[in-house]
C-alpha cells in the first residue's frame, strides 16, 4: 500500500506511555471521546451556519463574510479541541487505525477539509459579495468533506 | 402493564431483536444520531451563545430563531426518532441504564428550560431583540441550555460502558438507580 512502510510509527505510538495510560485507564477514553463529541457540536454548527448562508439559506439577511467572521473564532476553537482529543484517542489504539479503513477515510477527508476551509473557503469567504453559484460550489465541497471525516470517524468504532 | 413489562414486551418483538442482530441498520441509526448533533446542538449551541451576547450579535435574537428554527426543528426529529429507534433495538440494557435515565432527566429539564423561555421572556423579544446585553433571564435560559444538552451528549456517549451495568457486581445505590432486578446479580 505505501511506498514506504509506515506501520513502525503505529507501532511505535502504541508503545508509548501515554498510549497505555489510556487504553488501561478504564476512564480516560470514554472522557476524551465524550469531549470529542462536545466539539463536534459546536464545530459542526458553525460550519453548518456559514455553508448553509452560502447556499442561500439560514441568515439570509446577513452575508456570508459576516456570518463567516462572527463564527470563526468558534470553528477555530472546537477544530483545536477536535484535534487535540482526536490524537489522544489515535494514540490509544494507533495499531487497530492502521488497519481500519474508516480511519483512512477520515483522515483523507480531515487533510481535504483542513485544505479547503483555510484556503478556497477562506478566500472566498473574505469577500463582501459571494455569486451565488461559487457559494454553493464552495459549501457543498465543504458540506462533503466535513460529512467525510464525521461519517469515517463514526465507523471507526463499529469495525473490529 | 408495568414499565419494565412493557420494555420486555418492546425486547421481544421481532423487529426489535432484527434492529438489535442488523449488520448496517444499528451502525447507520447510530450515525445518523450522532451526526445530526451538529445541525441540532449545532444550531442551538450558537443561539444560546446568541442569548448570552457573545456571538452574532448584529443579528437579532427573534431574527436568528426565525431563520434556524427550520433547522433546529428538523434536526431534532432526527435525533428524536433515531434516538427512540437505537432504544427500541436495545430496550432492556438502556432501561436499566443510570446514564440513560440520567440522559431522559436531563432532556426534560432542557424541554422545561425551553418551555419557560418561551412562555415569558421570548414574549417581549422585540423590547431586547438588539440589546448590547440581554436580561438576565434570557442569559440564564442560554446558559442552561448549553450545560444541559452538554449533559445530554456525554451521557448518551457514556450508556455504551458497561460500568453500571446489572449483571455486573453494583453498590446498592446503582442497583436502586438503575432499577435492577432481583435475584443473583
Known sequence: MWAIDIFPFFQWVEATSLSNVIRESTWAFAVIESVHLLALAVIGGSVLVVDLRLLGMGLTRHTAHEIWRDAYRFFVGSLIVMLATGVLLFFSEPTKCYYSTPFWVKMSSLALALLFTFTVRRQVLKNDHVSPATGMIVALLSLTFWFGVGAGGRWIGFSG | ?185
Open chain 2, 1 to 185: 402493564m408495568s414499565l419494565s413489562g412493557f420494555v420486555q414486551w418492546l425486547a421481544d418483538t421481532p423487529w426489535s431483536v432484527q434492529l438489535h442482530e442488523s449488520l448496517f441498520g444499528y451502525p447507520l441509526l447510530e450515525s445518523v444520531h450522532v451526526l445530526t448533533l451538529c445541525i441540532f446542538v449545532g444550531m442551538s449551541v450558537l443561539l444560546d451563545l446568541r442569548l448570552l451576547n457573545i456571538t452574532l450579535r448584529r443579528v437579532p435574537v427573534s431574527e436568528l430563531f426565525e431563520r434556524l428554527a427550520p433547522w433546529l426543528f428538523g434536526g431534532f426529529a432526527i435525533m428524536m426518532v433515531t434516538g427512540v429507534l437505537l432504544f427500541f433495538a436495545i430496550p432492556i440494557r438502556s432501561y436499566h441504564s443510570i446514564w440513560f435515565r440520567g440522559k431522559l432527566i436531563l432532556l426534560v429539564l432542557a424541554g422545561l428550560n425551553a418551555w419557560t423561555f418561551h412562555g415569558t421572556i421570548w414574549k417581549h423579544v422585540r423590547e431586547w431583540d438588539t440589546a448590547p446585553i440581554s436580561p438576565a433571564r434570557a442569559r440564564f435560559a442560554g446558559a442552561a441550555s448549553l450545560i444541559l444538552w452538554a449533559g445530554i451528549i456525554v451521557f448518551g456517549r457514556m450508556i455504551a460502558y458497561n460500568w453500571f451495568d446489572c449483571d455486573l457486581h453494583q453498590s446498592a445505590f446503582i442497583v436502586w438507580a438503575a432499577g435492577c432486578p432481583a435475584g443473583p446479580q
